[in-house]
Every structure is written in C-alpha cells, then in structure tokens.
C-alpha cells in the first residue's frame, strides 16, 4: 500500500536490510447483513440533547454507521490478529490510511502503541490543500513524504514517487487526451450533489470542445475517471461519441500519455504533476484552480497560470490550443514555460529518476 510497484517496495526493503516478503491484506469480501437489534443496543437515545436537530441525529448514526464498525468489526480483529505481519515494527510506511480495513485496524492498533506512522504522498490530496489538516492520515503521521512541500513541521521533502514506474517512450503522439474529473464517485469533503454538478461540467466541456477545428476535434480522446467505469459506464462513453469524441480503450495513464501529443485535465489529478514532472506538454482546466490551496503556495501555482498550463477559461485554453497546435513544442519548449515549470517543479513536484535509495536514505535518518 505504498504506491510504489511491487518490484520497487523488494528493492527498498532489501536498502532498509529487510528480507524481502510479500505482506498483503485479503480483500474484504464479508458483506454481513444490517444487525438492527446490535444496532439498537447504543444507547445514544439517553443523551442529552438540546433541540430536535441533535435529538435526529443521535437517532440516525447508529443506523448510518459502517458494518466494519459493528457487524464486520469482529471478523476484520480476528483475521488482522491472524496475519503474518510484525509485531513490533520500527515504522509503518503506506500511502493509504482509509480504502482498507485490515490495513487500518492493524495501523490503529501500532499507533496505540506509538509506533511512527509514515505516510508516502500517493497524490493531490495533501497538506498542500486545506482540507488536509481534517484527514485521519494528517492526524496519525509522524512524518509525510512529501513531493517537494512542506507546509506542516511533519512534512518531510521527497521527491514525485509516481513516475519512478514511468519510462518515457519515443513513439509518434498525435492524439490529445481529456481526462475527466470523477462523475458519480463522490470526491472526500463532497456530498450527493457534487456528482450532478460535475456531470454538467462534463456537458460544458463537450460543447466547448465540439468548438475546435475538426483536424483537432478528431484527435481528442476522453478517457472517464476510474470510478465511473462500473455501472453507468456505457451512459457517459455513448453520451462522449454522440458528440463526435473518442474514449481510450486503455486506462494506464501511462499507456495513455504514450500516445497523446499534450493533455487536458479537467479536476486537480495527479495525472498533472506526474506529466510536469516527466516535462509532457500538459493543459489543466479548473473554476476556480486556487480555492482549496493554502495561501503559502498559491503563488506556486501562478507559474502555471502564466505560462498558459492552467486556465480558468475554456474558451481561452481551446484559443490558445488551435494557436500553438502546429508546433506545441515550440511553446512548450520555450524558456519562458521550461523556467516556469522548473520553477513549479522544484517548489511541488520534485523529479528523481527511479531512486529508491533516496526513500531510503530519508527513511534510515527519520527513523534511526
């Protein structure tokens, strides 16, 4: 659970001088029926409440609250107690804290018993964004390694771990790929609306798209968020071909931006520190790009604005891409964006070439 590939987490086991083993949690495939009667035993009813408000809340969270905290919670003890992990370890390094049960109860008991938790920076959703300083992950990390930020005292600089699994390939690039912000899975911090809100961004970004010049429009490929692939998948790709787009058949980013001439994301992905980092010529579109960023690194984002990466205006990004179209390098290239990029990079995004020994090394002095 650290982001890193499977290969990559061998080699820094053996820099750290730990026999290399292949610890993994199971998935959690016991979906118990809701137990009303288990349910109705808290007694939040004997509370004292000072309006009706409070009195319908006290009423609905024992109904609302996961099977892993009630129905599931023996089941999840007895097989995390039963895995072969250790049980004195000198740290937890993991980039996940909330998408795995058996990974968070064994990380819940550690930390009872004040072992150093160790978060690797997995994606956007870090102490850059101010909601960050609400997550169970920044309230539990002794350390957070960081992309090249600090904001917090624990905040630790790294370097971007994400494309240490990514070797740039010298094929012919002629699409331009849209990736789409998530539109049925609800973001953190969001409620039931955000998804209908977004599916109407995905419908002013189709219209405006359908602008460009047909030698362009062709070439643009969508590629749907992963959550959106389940159920309702077949409703946003033909909603996507009706107005003359293509979607990827592929969904490895990677793979992707193999065969795409420049990219346009249209919510905060990590997909765009990813290609800044790697240098791939790369369009963001955002309402509202510096809302959620702490004030010490809006300026940060300003070099992205400058340099015409980050618009807050479709019209002007589709005007500009029509104009530099016939030779993106030679903007992208240009010393104004490369100094601009150099520069966002180094405050944000730091590249280091496959270097687990960095990791390492940085671990060994945090932990020692």
């Known amino acids: 659970?650290?982001?890193?590939?499977?290969?990559?987490?061998?080699?820094?086991?053996?820099?750290?001088?730990?026999?290399?083993?292949?610890?993994?949690?199971?998935?959690?495939?016991?979906?118990?029926?809701?137990?009303?009667?288990?349910?109705?035993?808290?007694?939040?009813?004997?509370?004292?409440?000072?309006?009706?408000?409070?009195?319908?809340?006290?009423?609905?969270?024992?109904?609302?609250?996961?099977?892993?905290?009630?129905?599931?919670?023996?089941?999840?003890?007895?097989?995390?107690?039963?895995?072969?992990?250790?049980?004195?370890?000198?740290?937890?390094?993991?980039?996940?804290?909330?998408?795995?049960?058996?990974?968070?109860?064994?990380?819940?008991?550690?930390?009872?018993?004040?072992?150093?938790?160790?978060?690797?920076?997995?994606?956007?959703?870090?102490?850059?964004?101010?909601?960050?300083?609400?997550?169970?992950?920044?309230?539990?990390?002794?350390?957070?390694?960081?992309w090249g930020h600090k904001n917090y005292k624990k905040d630790v600089k790294l370097f971007n771990v994400n494309i240490m699994k990514y070797k740039i390939k010298k094929v012919k690039k002629d699409q331009i790929g849209v990736f789409c912000h998530p539109l049925r899975q609800h973001a953190c911090f969001s409620d039931i609306s955000q998804s209908l809100i977004n599916e109407k961004k995905l419908n002013y970004t189709i219209q405006k798209l359908k602008k460009f010049d047909e030698k362009i429009k062709n070439k643009i490929h969508f590629n749907l968020f992963p959550g959106d692939e389940a159920v309702e998948r077949n409703y946003f790709t033909k909603k996507i071909k009706k107005n003359g787009f293509k979607t990827f058949k592929s969904k490895n980013f990677y793979k992707i931006i193999d065969n795409t001439k420049i990219n346009l994301f249209l919510y905060d992905s990590t997909g765009i520190y990813e290609s800044l980092a790697l240098n791939i010529p790369t369009f963001a579109y955002f309402e509202d790009p510096l809302k959620t960023i702490i004030p010490k690194y809006k300026k940060t984002f300003k070099y992205l604005i400058n340099s015409k990466i980050l618009f807050t205006d479709l019209d002007k990004l589709i005007y500009h891409l029509e104009k530099i179209w016939p030779n993106i390098n030679e903007w992208w290239k240009s010393s104004t964006v490369q100094k601009n990029i150099k520069c966002f990079n180094n405050e944000v995004n730091i590249n280091s070439d496959n270097n687990v020994d960095k990791i390492a090394t940085k671990l060994r002095s945090l932990t020692s």
Do not use: W
């Not at 550690?110 to 920076?121: A, D, N, R, T, W």
């Open 1 to 146: 659970k650290t982001c890193l590939t499977f290969l990559e987490e061998k080699k820094l086991e053996l820099k750290l001088g730990l026999l290399p083993k292949r610890r993994y949690f199971p998935d959690e495939n016991y979906f118990p029926k809701i137990n009303l009667k288990l349910r109705n035993k808290l007694k939040l009813d004997k509370l004292k409440k000072k309006n009706i408000f409070e009195d319908l809340i006290l009423y609905l969270v024992p109904l609302y609250l996961p099977a892993m905290a009630i129905e599931n919670f023996s089941f999840i003890l007895k097989h995390t107690e039963n895995l072969s992990l250790q049980s004195k370890p000198r740290f937890i390094l993991t980039s996940f804290n909330s998408f795995d049960n058996f990974l968070n109860f064994y990380i819940s008991k550690k930390f009872s018993e004040k072992v150093p938790i160790i978060f690797l920076q997995h994606g956007n959703i870090s102490s850059l964004d101010i909601k960050y300083k609400f997550t169970t992950e920044n309230k539990i990390a002794k350390f957070l390694l960081t």
